[in-house]
T-cell receptor, first 109, second 114 residues
Framework: GQNIDQPTEMTATEGAIVQINCTYQ??????LFWYQQHAGEAPTFLSY??LDGLEEKGRFSSFLSRSKGYSYLLLKELQMKDSASYLC??????????WGAGTKLIIKP | IAGITQAPTSQILAAGRRMTLRCTQD?????MYWYRQDLGLGLRLIHY???????GKGEVPDGYSVSRANTDDFPLTLASAVPSQTSVYFC?????????????FGEGSRLTVL
């Protein structure tokens, strides 16, 4: 079956760095997405990786290893506004997104 | 502001009633989607449409129907609501249906079925 696994909740300190991991099993693979979702709001796009390696976008970076079925989202210089859920989603061979349940990130001062 | 508009934002509904959730986008995106989001679960695809005039079933289509008469509108209908359909419903669109496009989401419709 298809599956996306990510931790349910993580806590980090303002100004620090946090890494949110995601492992995936999909029927075929056409890329991996990360979305951010603040409580009570809609998900918003953060990143898309289809090739191995690190993609950097400001304070946020996303890494993909296709051979390991693994991705992570790295958040640097954490700010209180980064408190949100982070959703990992894999795109399968039919170009359908398989979503993880999300990782709730709590930032403490 | 361009984007996706969903209505209603919140609704309490008696079981057995018919309900239509509306979704309109002004980005001229070809593909549109309906997801439900439940606590502890990932977003689950209900129905999708890769282009106006076509629709397809997602992971959890039972009890729901959709139509795509034009590019902008993609309503979701619950013919006879049941309590298990209590959820937050998100409409989304993409300019690259069936491929790798980024999804743009509406603000969600919170539905409670009693």
């Amino acid at each position: 079956g298809q599956n996306i696994d990510q931790p349910t909740e993580m806590t980090a300190t303002e100004g620090a760095i946090v890494q949110i991991n995601c492992t995936y099993q999909t029927s075929g693979f056409n890329g991996l997405f990360w979305y951010q979702q603040h409580a009570g709001e809609a998900p918003t796009f953060l990143s898309y990786n289809v090739l191995d390696g690190l993609e950097e976008k400001g304070r946020f970076s996303s890494f993909l290893s296709r051979s390991k079925g693994y991705s992570y989202l790295l958040l640097k210089e954490l700010q209180m506004k980064d408190s949100a859920s982070y959703l990992c989603a894999g795109l399968d061979s039919n170009y359908q997104l398989i979503w993880g349940a999300g990782t709730k990130l709590i930032i403490k001062p | 502001i361009a984007g996706i508009t969903q209505a209603p934002t919140s609704q309490i509904l008696a079981a057995g009633r018919r309900m239509t959730l509306r979704c309109t986008q002004d980005m001229r995106h070809n593909a549109m989607y309906w997801y439900r989001q439940d606590l502890g679960l990932g977003l689950r695809l209900i129905h999708y449409s890769n282009t106006a005039g076509t629709t397809g079933k997602g992971e959890v289509p039972d009890g729901y129907s959709v139509s795509r008469a034009n590019t902008d509108d993609f309503p979701l209908t619950l013919a006879s609501a049941v309590p298990s359909q209590t959820s937050v419903y998100f409409c989304a669109s993409s300019d690259k249906g069936g491929t790798t496009g980024e999804l743009f989401f509406g603000e969600g419709s919170r539905l409670t079925v009693l």
